[in-house]
């Protein structure tokens, strides 16, 4: 425990302080790496502690990145003020994709939240007065240390929050959802509840990242949120773990930082990233470190196997040698 | 119950069909868009069929299918680039996508597959789709590039009515194309083997069918169609040749995969058709349906068959949890 | 007479359950043998640890070659396993279940339809017809029929009367007595009920909890006074 509360407070301080060494411009790149851990952290509290998979966070993002954008261009608010409102914007969207979600489990979920997330960009450029359409809304801009503060903040108070909503009752509600529909069905959880909840919750953090994504840029377009941002986020979940709370920093930074890194210094081309990507991410699963799998066979339950009605009527075999 | 639930599929069908012959005979327009459309319902259709073998077989929904085929379409091009002509160089990209679909499940999925986690497998096809995705821009760039097409561009006119001879060969290929493979699964030694070890692993293992070796095979097949799907959507006007060409086809393909049915691969073409050619229709004639809207169409249809009628059209009628 | 098929000291397990513990037992060439047990008893297990599709330690030998592969390849030596549940092609018709059981087969398998419809006439007029939409005893029958179309050496079968009327239960033992008279296959056969198989079977092996405990001559092990007792009811 000590140790735990160590690595924290050094990794705090780090953050904390880096800024104050760094460029503008990596100061910006930073607040980047904070957009990421406050999605990837979202798709954790949904995938990783109550087991429902969605590939959509990208359109989350986009929601609070719009509302944000919406907010301080068309209608000249301050931006540090738009966040609440993404938040809670976030929040009901993610409750209202949450009801129907609950209908679905494993492969169907991520098929809906995979479409969902090549709809939302499309709903975007349709209703252009609206949304500034593919032209895209500029905004202010900001100085990189102001990015990277606002950014981290933001961070901090989501931790914050997911700590204590994992510590109380919520928590252990969200863990035996995840371990067993039938177990927590009887003891009286209501699991349609949580699991909404915990939807509303990781959209509303994605809505964050959204909008701090947005101010970095000083920029949003449809395209922006595209398939690939859900993707990323994704690909920053596995390679931190899902349902790993520290993994995340490791994950966004991964994501964020590594392709500029291996590109700037020639290693691979840009059009190479993706491929590295796509590789690491196929070898996670295929060797599957441990935080991964407990999670993700939690994320099926044994109940939910859509496989099971295919079994003859013999017992499961185990391989043979 | 099961029945009843052909007979009311069967009239919904049939209703269909009445209303594009009947609107067709009425308006030059409501011919051509429908022709068009089922142009596009023969691209769905194909891929469809691709996502339907390997969910029907293994319970993955492969998100990489559409990235495979934009793969094997970038194949084809740049084997027509370096002088080949187009029929040589179509069925030679068919051969190469078969053995490059085969290979891929071998090397990427099947390692993934031992951990025995359909999840987990899923996960690994969307990194798939972000390898294959990332491997066209990284060897042709993402440059739009031009796709020839198999038939001329002029238009034949059939009772006054002008069809684009690139739509009706569209329609011909893709058609004949999941006949013939229907005709491999139904025919053939090896077809009979795929289709037990697809049902039955178990009980096809005890007959000696190795089950894992005919799963690769079906990726191969799912690649070939794949491979159909893209050549045919290169040559589109609505699509161009680029890394992300088949995003889009893929949400289309799934539609008409979710409402065929996932484990009818006839489900899938009659839905693809179906769906081509109706929203074809439903942009051109109702005005607030932009082009823009029709994907996000195409996953309101998806959500509503998985919420009504999971098991689709022609799925078995059987309680699913889904 | 040589064994054809020789288990010893087999163990297998499912996952920390050990389900069978040093199983010794030989099936002659054209011998019917039994194995009786009660539920749980291990007799499936038995079966599926042969096919190799269950973890397990000891050795099978089958003709002189030890087997360790995977079910496929079991099946291909010649052993066919008729599995509990019969293991019926359901979505596929009648004629393509009897086509499977003669995947491992090259050439033509006219003869082998044959001699199935010979001994079966009804499936000829079912050939087109869904095997899913078979009774339990048509299917059970297709199944062995499945089973002979691969001409096995060793013929494997679980628990062939589960959930069938006695006429039909009947029906199938002479038709598995039969087989081997006409053909010598050899068979291992699983059953519950101990009347039947005592009956049809050369020889038999009694387990308990994943062990051999008696093994011996049908006609001796049928008068034997505890298997009277515990599983024919007198």
């Known amino acids: 425990m000590k140790v735990r509360g160590l690595i924290i407070s050094a990794a705090a301080i780090t953050i904390a302080l880096i800024p104050f060494v760094l460029s503008d411009y990596h100061r910006s790149q930073g607040a980047d790496v904070a957009v990421y851990a406050m999605a990837i952290l979202g798709l954790n509290v949904v995938t990783g502690y ?60 991520a098929l809906l939240t995979f479409a969902f997330a090549l709809a939302v960009p499309q709903i975007a450029k349709n209703y252009s007065h609206f949304t500034g359409g593919t032209e895209g809304l500029a905004l202010p801009t900001h100085t990189g240390l102001w990015l990277y503060g606002v950014g981290w903040a933001c961070v901090a108070v989501i931790y914050v929050l997911t700590w204590l909503l994992l510590r109380g009752r919520t928590g252990r509600a969200f863990r035996a959802a995840r371990d067993s529909e039938v177990a927590a069905a009887s003891s009286g959880v209501s699991l349609a509840v949580y699991k909404t909840f915990a939807f509303g919750v990781s959209a509303a953090f994605a809505a964050v990242a959204g909008s701090i994504y947005v101010l970095v840029n000083n920029f949003v377009n449809p395209d922006v949120f595209g398939l690939t941002l859900s993707l990323y986020i994704l690909i920053g979940a596995v390679v931190a773990g899902l349902g790993s709370l520290w993994g995340i920093l490791v994950g966004a930074a991964f994501v964020q930082l590594l392709p500029i890194g291996l590109t700037s210094s020639h290693v691979i081309s840009a059009e190479g990233v993706p491929v590295l990507f796509g590789a690491i991410v196929i070898l996670v699963m295929a060797l599957v470190p441990l935080g991964s799998a407990e999670v993700l066979r939690m994320a099926i339950g044994l109940p939910n196997r859509i496989r099971s009605s295919h079994d003859s009527s013999t017992p499961h075999s185990l391989e043979a040698r | 119950m099961a029945a009843y639930n052909r007979y009311v599929v069967g009239a919904f069908l049939a209703a269909c069909a009445i209303f594009l012959v009947v609107g067709s005979l009425q308006s030059a327009l409501f011919a051509q868009l429908t022709v068009s459309g089922l142009a596009n319902g023969g691209i769905y259709a194909s891929l ?25 379409t970038y194949v084809a091009w740049q084997l027509m680039t370096w002088g080949l002509s187009y029929w040589p160089a179509f069925f030679l990209t068919l051969g190469i996508a078969f053995v490059g679909g085969t290979l891929v499940e071998l090397i990427t999925i099947r390692p993934v597959e031992r951990r025995g986690n359909v999840l987990t497998v899923v996960i690994a096809t969307l990194g798939l789709l972000i390898l294959v995705e990332g491997s066209v821009g990284w060897i042709w760039g993402a440059e ?12 034949e006119h059939i009772g006054g009515v002008a069809f684009s001879l690139q739509d009706l060969g569209t329609i011909g290929i893709s058609v004949a194309s999941v006949i013939v493979l229907w005709a491999l699964f139904q025919f053939t030694k090896i077809g009979l083997a795929m289709r037990a070890a697809a049902f039955r692993p178990e009980a096809a293992r005890l007959v000696g069918v190795r089950v894992s070796w005919m799963l690769s095979l079906g990726w191969g097949l799912a690649a070939v169609l794949g491979a159909v799907a893209g050549m045919m959507a290169a040559a589109s006007p609505s699509v161009l040749l680029q890394p992300n060409m088949m995003d889009g086809v893929l949400i289309y393909a799934f539609a008409a995969a979710v409402l065929g049915g996932l484990e009818s691969p006839a489900g899938a073409v009659v839905a693809g058709l179906l769906i081509g050619a109706m929203l074809n229709l439903l942009g051109s004639y109702v005005s607030w349906v932009t082009p823009q809207l029709l994907l996000p169409a195409a996953f309101v249809l998806m959500l509503i068959v998985l919420l009504v009628k999971p098991s689709g059209l022609f799925g078995r009628t059987q309680v699913r949890r889904v | 007479m040589a064994a054809l098929l020789e288990l010893r000291d087999v163990d297998a397990r499912y996952g920390p359950v050990r389900a069978l513990h040093g199983v010794t037992l030989t099936v002659g060439e054209g011998e019917i043998v039994a194995l009786l047990g009660a539920n749980g008893a291990g007799k499936t297990t038995t079966l599926r640890a042969v096919s190799g599709m269950v973890r397990r330690g000891g050795t099978v030998v089958f003709a002189d070659r030890e087997l360790r592969g995977t079910p496929e390849s079991v099946a291909r030596l010649g052993i066919a396993h008729v599995p509990e549940g019969r293991g019926t092609f359901s979505e596929l018709t009648v004629w393509e279940n009897l086509r499977l059981g003669a995947f491992t087969r090259h050439g033509s398998i006219d003869a082998d339809a044959k001699r199935v419809l010979a001994l079966f006439p009804w499936l000829g007029e079912r050939k087109s017809q869904q095997a899913g939409t078979l009774s339990g005893g048509e299917q059970q029958m297709l199944a062995i029929g499945r089973a002979m179309m691969q001409r096995p050496r060793l013929l494997m079968v679980d628990e062939p009367s589960l959930g069938l009327a006695p006429l039909v239960v009947a029906e199938i033992f002479r038709v598995l007595k039969e087989l081997n008279e006409k053909e010598g296959t050899a068979v291992l056969l699983v059953e519950q009920n101990a009347r039947n198989s005592l009956a049809v079977s050369h020889r038999a092996y009694l387990l308990e909890t994943g062990r051999v405990v008696l093994a011996g001559d049908s006609d001796e092990l049928a008068q034997h006074e505890g298997i009277r007792r515990s599983y024919l009811g007198y």
């Not at chain 1, 209608?75 to 679905?104: K, S």
């Not at chain 2, 739009?144 to 238009?155: G, K, L």
């Open chain 1, 50 to 109: 109550t087991g429902q998979i969605s590939i959509g966070h990208g359109a989350f993002m986009a929601l609070g990145g719009y509302t944000t954008a919406i907010l301080t261009h068309n209608h000249g608010w301050n931006d540090i003020a738009t966040l609440p409102i993404a938040l809670l914007v976030g929040f009901a969207a993610g409750v209202v994709v949450g009801v129907p979600a609950l209908r679905f489990h494993g492969a169907y979920l």
């Open chain 2, 48 to 72: 469809g069929v691709a996502l339907v073998l390997i969910y029907r077989a293994t319970q993955v929904i492969n998100f990489a299918q559409g990235a495979i085929a934009t793969f094997t």
């Open chain 2, 144 to 155: 739009i590039r031009f796709m020839p097409s198999a038939f001329p561009a002029h238009s």
